[in-house]
């Protein structure tokens, strides 16, 4: 699987991804806020939707180098809960250059071993938007590549609440009851449920805000903010963000020193196990 994408790739970009690889632990899941595509199109006095169809050229070389790092998980923001607000022409040119992007890549997503997953309230989407994203995921089911999901008509707001309403509902059916709701428990009341929380949240165009994206899910995530603007965020650009993130120290609340320990007891383990393993298989 992956074969396509893989056999595409230039031996230098083969190169740096090896180092990559060989350099750590790459992030399971990383999320993107693509931010900057107006901005990109007004530098160029081009209408904003120019700075769009230039973006979707960024979502497919992010996708296709994360498959080819064996990323497990990229969620992107294509279209926030807010984002309706916007003029009704951009709206519309938003949903259509969805439509297009489902249609024409589809076959090579599906190719390439790459699963399509969808959060938000979906159903305010286009009905003809509606029937071609449920095509395409359902299509797209039994892949085990990479997950890539389309926050679309999300907003992390409204996700949280809609999990507290089902909680609710569950605790009137008696199928759940208040002492057991865990940080682990509300998790699998989300959109996300199906996937680990993103070790690494991207922001383009140098914006400093969540802007309502993967609330619950980023507490702990790695931020990387870059002024660059969407449409010229490209692999090089990925790159940097994991090199970054390689060398970031994951504390999760911890002290540097107990993380330390911890590593130690783990290799320490580690050997124990193997010399055990080299004994037993005598
Ligand atoms: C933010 O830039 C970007 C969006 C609201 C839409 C993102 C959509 C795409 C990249 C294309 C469609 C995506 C897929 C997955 C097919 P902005 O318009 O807010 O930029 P600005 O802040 O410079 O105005």
């Known amino acids: 699987m992956n074969n396509q994408w893989i056999d595409s790739q230039s031996p230098e970009d083969k190169q740096l991804q090896a180092s990559l690889l060989e350099a750590g632990t790459l992030p399971r899941h990383i999320a993107i806020i693509m931010d900057g595509n107006g901005r990109w199109a ?144 509300f998790s699998k009341y989300l959109l996300t449920e199906s996937m680990p929380d993103p070790d690494l949240m991207i922001r383009t165009s140098g914006e400093m805000r969540l802007s309502n994206f993967l609330l619950w899910e980023s507490a702990y995530s790695e931020m990387y903010i870059t002024k660059q603007l969407w449409p010229d965020f490209r692999r090089e650009d990925l790159y940097c963000a994991l090199k970054d993130f390689l060398n970031r120290e994951r504390r999760f609340g911890k002290t540097g020193q107990q993380l330390r320990e911890s590593d130690e007891k783990e290799n320490q383990q580690g050997s124990l196990r193997r010399i055990i393993s080299s004994f037993s298989s005598r």
């Open 42 to 185: 007004m530098d160029r006095n081009l209408p904003r939707a120019a700075g769009h169809q230039q973006g979707i050229e960024s979502v497919r070389d992010i996708v296709k180098a994360c498959s080819q790092l064996n990323i497990g998980f990229l969620t992107v923001y294509a279209f926030s809960m807010e984002n309706w607000k916007r003029p009704r022409m951009e709206v519309q040119i938003l949903m259509s250059l969805l439509k297009t992007y489902l249609l024409q890549e589809i076959d090579e997503l599906d190719a390439n071993n790459v699963r399509l997953h969808a959060i938000g309230k979906l159903n305010a989407l286009p009905k003809n938007v509606q029937n071609i994203l449920n095509e395409a995921i359902e299509r797209t089911s039994k892949n085990t590549g990479l997950t890539l999901t389309l926050a679309l008509s999300y907003s992390g707001r409204w996700d949280i609440v809609r999990a507290v309403q089902m909680i609710a509902l569950d605790i009137r059916r008696g199928t759940l009851s208040p002492e057991d709701i865990t940080d682990e428990q």
